[in-house]
């Protein structure tokens, strides 16, 4: 590791005058991160310096008040330099200079500072109040048609003094590919967030939109070649903040996807690292285990917890070492950088298991010391009840562990409701009672508002494959989202039933473009009067998109405003009938959520006949009948014996609940 040395004029707010000393070039200093910083931060200042044999040079900082370097920290590599840097309480905001000298020369480098905005640590993050949309930006919509973009030369207003070299961009737009890149871009996202608006979601998700430089299958962001800068075939760092500014104006929540586990083998530090341990050096290839089980397991061995945090995701996705202290804090000041430079409102963490578990709730910690509001979901892909339950914040684990990981994406569930409506002929425990057992396993949760919920994401099946092409099992998926606990998301598109695109059975075919994302699509999903129009075309049935588009629009508008749903209670109900001696479920399943004042009562018929309610099985929450309002028709509705339901219908209907 690397060992502090005096830093020279450390204190010297003074300094040489910056209009005698020379500007640094490229190879001097290569880049400094974080880019800019700001004061009133908690954060520590710890700046990643690069240039030719800087490890051997001295750096101070002067240009004004309360800014300071108080140590250096050479790394193993001696083109890096760690500079820890102090800025006061009373620091003024305005331009500094890194002032490097080998003690015959001296350059500069300007660097930074901003004025906080007033009341950005304590800004909201997304709650069960919202509704997540989860969008992939190449296959969501393109503002310029086709993106085979090099940068243009300019600068980005992110604080960065010297212009970015973007390398070639080798992976380019081809349509007609599912795994190269179609064109999508931050301005069309930004050209369609009224449709997000519109259709009720309340926070917008977007997959990476950093840099990534794979050759191949670059589009979907989760290999990233630099952890600053946006790739410039969506756009650049101010067109992202410009999108945050936007979709807040709309009443949008954003979340920003990021990926401390693994870079791309495309990232710039790949060839040069600063340490030889700042990523996994995999020689021989080690593949990960996928193994979670490791951390809670009591007779898990070392070998197979080394393999779970050594090994590489994929080949072209080398594995981060955040037990090096310099990786976990460069990890720590990025994602605050992002938040407090574009104005985020949450974060979710892509592979959260995958990374060493100390130091990523080391990382937690972090970033919610900075912005104590801030949500945080992490992926933690499993089955098992007690195994996800492991990683979510407060958890009573029986090794001590908490991860400080605030909200969990609930697998679990994803999987019960996905397997339950795609079944028809059912036994006792299948069919709905897989929603039903899943959710009776709710004691083994800490936090029960912070379980993200959703039948899909882009690294599943696209839903209206799985629910075979089926309209009325796509509204039963959107009912269960749009009432369940917990808080929702909804993959692009799945509001009208995408399919996969017919040919080559890949995630790419999945992520499929959104019609009428880009000037020359025959069809426009995005606009009532193309959905009205919309039919078959050669790949793909739209006749049912804007039934479908209009029932979970009424759905997610009316969750908007439902107290019940945000914070409300459950209690649920599984009807079962005898064939003999064997016990069947009928393939229903009933619930309410309420709170002191209001209630909903969602019955959920996946059978290919009429149900007609029995209210006595109910009436241990209120006596029938009840007067309520259809939350899809608006209509009135008395929840009454005999109400007959619909085969693979939902009633949702809410009511207040009556005076003790």
Same mark, same amino acid.
């Given at each position: ?73 050479? *790394? ?12 006061? *309480? ?39 109040? %919202? ?131 693994? +870079? ?6 790949? /060839? ?17 285990? $996928?193994? #979670? ?6 007779? *898990? ?38 938040? /407090? ?14 990374? /060493?578990? /100390? ?20 992926? +933690? ?112 598109? %799945? ?5 996969? !695109? ?30 009205? $129009? ?25 969750? !908007?405003? +439902? ?9 649920? #109900?599984?009807? !079962? ?43 241990? #929450? ?39």
């Amino acid at each position: 590791m690397a060992t502090a040395v005096a830093a020279g004029l450390t204190g010297c707010q003074a300094g040489p005058d910056p209009s005698l000393v020379a500007d640094a070039t490229r190879e001097e200093v290569t880049r400094v991160e974080p880019l800019s910083w700001w004061t009133g931060m908690k954060t520590p200042l710890q700046l990643l310096v690069q240039g030719k044999d800087i490890g051997r040079k001295k750096i101070t900082i002067a240009g004004g008040k309360g800014v300071t370097v108080k140590h250096l920290h050479k *790394a193993a590599n001696p083109d890096f330099l760690f500079v820890d840097v102090e800025v006061d *309480a009373d620091a003024k905001p305005g331009t500094y200079y890194l002032f490097v000298s080998d003690g015959k020369q001296m350059v500069k480098y300007p660097y930074l500072i901003r004025e906080r905005e007033k009341g950005s640590a304590d800004r909201k993050s997304f709650t069960t109040e %919202d509704l997540i949309y989860l969008i992939m930006p190449d296959r969501f919509a393109s503002a310029r048609n086709g993106n085979d973009v090099q940068w243009d030369g300019e600068a980005y207003d992110d604080g960065s003094a010297v212009p970015w070299d973007v390398p070639e961009t080798p992976d380019l737009v081809d349509r007609n590919d599912p795994v190269a890149r179609h064109g999508g871009d931050i301005q069309g996202i930004i050209d369609h967030l009224d449709y997000v608006a519109d259709l009720g979601a309340t926070a917008l998700w977007s997959t990476p939109l950093l840099l990534d430089n794979q050759p191949q299958e670059s589009y979907h962001g989760y290999a990233c070649s630099d952890y600053y800068h946006i790739d410039p075939r969506f756009g650049d760092n101010a067109l992202y903040k410009t999108m945050v500014d936007k979709a807040h104006e709309k009443g949008l929540k954003v979340i920003m996807d990021v990926v401390t586990n693994h +870079c791309g083998t495309a990232h710039w530090w790949m /060839e040069n690292p600063p340490f030889p341990d700042w990523y996994h050096v995999n020689e021989p290839y080690m593949q990960m285990n $996928a193994l #979670f089980s490791v951390y809670m397991d009591p007779h *898990a061995s070392l070998k197979d917890r080394e393999r779970q945090e050594s090994g590489w995701f994929v080949p072209s996705m080398p594995d981060m070492n955040l037990d090096n202290p310099y990786v976990l804090r460069y990890f720590q000041q990025w994602a605050v950088w992002w938040i /407090e430079y574009a104005g985020l409102d949450g974060l979710r963490v892509d592979t959260y298991p995958y990374n /060493e578990p /100390e130091a990523m709730a080391e990382w937690c910690k972090a970033v919610r010391k900075e912005y104590p509001g801030m949500n945080i979901v992490g992926e +933690c892909w499993d089955m098992n009840i007690p195994q996800v339950a492991y990683w979510q914040s407060g958890n009573p684990n029986r090794n001590g562990f908490d991860s400080h990981l605030p909200a969990i994406m609930d697998f679990p569930l994803q999987q019960a409701m996905v397997r339950a409506l795609t079944e028809d002929e059912v036994r006792w425990d299948e069919g709905m009672t897989r929603i039903y057992s899943v959710l009776a396993q709710d004691f083994a949760y800490h936090d029960l508002s912070n379980m993200l919920i959703f039948f899909a994401n882009h690294d599943h099946d696209r839903t209206g494959d799985v629910l075979r092409h089926d309209p009325q099992r796509m509204k039963l998926a959107l009912a269960l989202l749009a009432t369940l606990r917990g808080i929702p998301q909804l993959y692009y598109g %799945d509001e009208m039933m995408f399919c996969e !695109r017919p040919g080559r059975h890949h995630d790419g075919s999945k992520r499929i473009d959104f019609p009428g994302g880009w000037p020359d699509d025959p069809v426009d999903l995005f606009t009532e009067e193309g959905r009205t $129009a919309a039919g078959y075309t050669t790949d793909a049935d739209y006749t049912s998109a804007a039934g479908l588009h209009d029932y979970a629009r009424a759905l997610f508008r009316w969750r !908007r405003g +439902c107290s019940a749903i945000h914070h409300g209670k459950t209690l649920h #109900f599984l009807s !079962r009938h005898n064939e003999g001696a064997v016990n069947y479920t009928d393939n229903t399943y009933a619930y309410f959520r309420y709170d002191d004042k209001d209630a909903v009562f969602v019955y959920i018929n996946n059978t290919d006949e009429d149900r007609a309610l029995d209210w006595s099985h109910y009436d241990e #929450f209120v006596s029938g009948p009840v007067q309520g309002r259809d939350v899809i028709s608006g209509e009135r509705v008395k929840l009454c014996d005999g109400l007959v339901v619909e085969p693979r219908s939902a009633l949702i209907v809410e009511f207040k609940r009556p005076n003790e």
